[in-house]
């Protein structure tokens, strides 16, 4: 059986030009060319269950884990980020939250859709091919039902494509990402504001 390649390798491993930049940046930080000899550099520790969809299993990786634990799903003020490090965390990586900051390059109408969203409003678009977590609207729910009647994930994107072209202004018709969150924040801040009010 073949090795699966390392997605750090992938990340940081290439030849090309994202390959370098992506190297530079670590060696900016401080760290040696030891991080780059094939070693796995990041672990990603997908605690997530049907069961358990939120971050119990944080503390279990904390505490199995010699290397930092950095918390990502959920966090979109200072609450969660304390919260997360008190089940262990010693950072915190925010998707949803920066979608509405005045800097995230988004339409206006996506940060509305999170500004409205409620905690009930997301869903996982297609569970099988690539599952990602959306706001729910026409464009998940076609999605959803070609992923549970055996669409390829070729047919999945072509589908998408096809379908955000013809939308223009209509974002029923189009797949928002958006974590759980998205029912907690209320308002569009800048990333200053945001960052400030979090350390405040
Ligand atoms: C616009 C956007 C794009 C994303 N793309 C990916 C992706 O390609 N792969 C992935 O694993 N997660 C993706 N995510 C999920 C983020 O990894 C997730 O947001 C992150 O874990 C933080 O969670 P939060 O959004 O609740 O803060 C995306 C999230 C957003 C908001």
């Given at each position: 059986?073949?090795?699966?390649?390392?997605?750090?390798?992938?990340?940081?491993?290439?030849?090309?030009?994202?390959g370098?930049?992506?190297?530079?940046?670590i060696?900016?930080?401080?760290?040696?060319?030891?991080?780059?000899?094939?070693?796995?550099?990041?672990?990603?520790?997908?605690?997530?269950?049907?069961?358990?969809?939120?971050?119990?299993?944080?503390?279990?990786?904390?505490?199995?884990?010699?290397?930092?634990?950095?918390?990502?799903?959920?966090?979109?003020?200072?609450?969660?980020?304390?919260?997360?490090?008190a089940?262990?965390?010693?950072?915190?990586?925010m998707?949803?939250?920066?979608?509405?900051?005045?800097?995230?390059?988004?339409?206006?109408?996506?940060?509305?859709?999170?500004?409205?969203?409620?905690?009930?409003?997301?869903?996982?678009?297609?569970?099988?091919?690539?599952?990602?977590?959306?706001?729910?609207?026409?464009?998940?729910?076609?999605?959803?039902?070609?992923?549970?009647?055996?669409?390829?994930?070729?047919?999945?994107?072509?589908?998408?494509?096809?379908?955000?072209?013809?939308?223009?202004?209509?974002?029923?018709?189009?797949?928002?990402?958006?974590?759980?969150?998205?029912?907690?924040?209320?308002?569009?801040?800048?990333?200053?504001?945001?960052?400030?009010?979090?350390?405040?």
């Amino acid at each position: 059986m073949s090795t699966p390649s390392l997605r750090s390798h992938n990340w940081f491993g290439k030849k090309d030009l994202d390959g370098f930049s992506h190297r530079s940046w670590i060696k900016a930080e401080g760290f040696s060319d030891l991080m780059f000899d094939g070693r796995p550099v990041i672990g990603i520790a997908n605690s997530w269950s049907e069961l358990t969809n939120c971050n119990a299993h944080l503390r279990q990786v904390a505490e199995a884990v010699k290397i930092p634990v950095v918390a990502a799903g959920g966090i979109a003020d200072g609450r969660g980020w304390v919260a997360a490090f008190a089940l262990g965390a010693e950072g915190v990586q925010m998707g949803t939250r920066f979608l509405a900051t005045e800097e995230c390059p988004i339409p206006a109408a996506y940060k509305q859709a999170i500004l409205e969203a409620a905690d009930n409003t997301t869903m996982i678009a297609a569970r099988r091919g690539y599952p990602i977590r959306v706001l729910k609207n026409k464009a998940a729910l076609a999605v959803r039902r070609m992923d549970e009647s055996g669409a390829s994930q070729d047919e999945i994107n072509a589908y998408v494509d096809a379908m955000a072209k013809g939308a223009g202004d209509d974002w029923e018709n189009k797949l928002m990402s958006a974590g759980q969150i998205a029912g907690g924040i209320r308002k569009v801040l800048t990333v200053g504001e945001l960052i400030r009010s979090m350390v405040a």
